[in-house]
């Protein structure tokens, strides 16, 4: 029987995307590639969602790369403006299950420093409760299985029990190979009749 629903954030219920800044900041969709490929990589930001502090990520970044600046401390500095706001149809999902017998969780990779602007603005987080694993707290990131293995003993779970959505593959895999019942969450799917294919097989 499924008794656990764990979201990802960003990509489920968030639309957060570097481009919706830097778009506008270089009017020019060439040097902002190259710019997000070879400069502010996602490895770059990945290691802020492992821990890493937000200035200290700036400052090694300046470092390598000093004649970007202005363009590498512009990151941080309109971090808000990529976040775009909710999934709507996915978080009209979550709503629903809030109002179940399903435990909701989040696990979610983000930095300690801008998950808490994302808490005071987005109602729909109060549907977890304090049930929400931040990598940036834990310092570890998916698709590492310790951060699951945080999630399981903290709020003691069973993978059998539960299904795991994320936007992204790699992360679906690992869920796999530790036991959950994963859903690779796409634009083009819907979410609930996901859910209720694995609620329905699972007994």
């Known amino acids: 029987m499924i008794k656990n629903i764990i979201f990802d954030f960003g990509g489920v219920v ?3 995307n570097q481009r ?16 997000l490929k070879n400069i502010a990589t996602d490895e770059w930001n990945a290691e802020q969602d492992r821990g890493r502090s937000l200035a200290e990520g700036t400052e090694i970044l300046v470092e390598k790369h000093p004649t970007w600046e202005t363009e590498i401390r512009a990151f941080y500095e309109n971090w808000t403006t990529m976040l775009r706001g909710e999934i709507s149809e996915n978080v009209a999902v979550l709503r629903a299950l809030g109002e179940t017998d399903f435990e909701l969780f989040g696990l979610t990779n983000w930095s300690h420093e801008t998950f808490p602007y994302a808490l005071a603005n987005y109602d729909f987080f109060e549907v977890f409760g304090d049930k929400i694993v931040v990598s940036g707290e834990e310092k570890l990131i998916k698709p590492d299985p310790k951060i699951w293995q945080v999630l399981i003993e903290k709020y003691r779970i069973l993978p059998e029990e539960s299904i795991f959505i994320d936007d992204n593959a790699k992360n679906i895999e690992v869920a796999k190979s530790l036991g ?3 859903i690779h969450c796409t634009p083009n799917i819907n979410l609930s009749e996901e859910i209720e294919k694995i609620t329905q097989t699972v007994s």
């Open 14 to 16: 968030m639309d957060w």
């Open 180 to 182: 959950f019942h994963t």
């Open 20 to 35: 919706y800044f830097y778009k506008d900041y270089f009017r020019d969709d060439e040097k902002m590639e190259f710019f």
